[in-house]
């Protein structure tokens, strides 16, 4: 069984950054493709990053480009999301999925298979 745990949310000032880090266990890091996931109330899961096993290839979601820098330390079997420049439409649980089969970014949820409980993140003056 794979867990992954979430942490570095917190209440951020517009314009502020945040670091978020999960951490895995259970099987072998390396063997995921690792994603980033967000829900603000009301709404729907939303994709944010993905990036690939060795962290070579990411994929983000456009309203999160030159913000936010998703990356991996398999060695740690940590992904971490590192967010400036936030805003206030950035506020929302994020998420940590890993998926196990296939190697594309995939940017839909029901393609990963192990989830984290999730962070708060939010962004307000």
Do not use: H
Not at 90 to 118: E, H, K, M
């Amino acid at each position: 069984q794979v867990q992954l745990v979430e942490s570095g949310g917190g209440l951020v000032q517009p314009g502020g950054s945040l670091r978020l880090s999960c951490v895995t266990s259970g099987r072998t890091f390396d063997n995921y493709v690792m994603g980033w996931f967000r829900q603000a109330p009301g709404k729907e899961r939303e994709f944010v990053v993905a990036i690939d096993r060795r962290g070579a290839r990411t994929y983000y979601v456009d309203s999160v480009k030159g913000r936010f820098t998703v990356s991996r330390v398999n060695a740690k079997n940590t992904v971490y999301l590192q967010m400036n420049s936030l805003k206030p439409e950035d506020t929302a649980v994020y998420y940590c999925a890993a998926r196990g089969n296939g190697y594309n970014l995939a940017t839909i949820p029901s393609f990963y298979d192990y989830w984290g409980q999730g962070t708060q993140v939010t962004v307000s003056s």
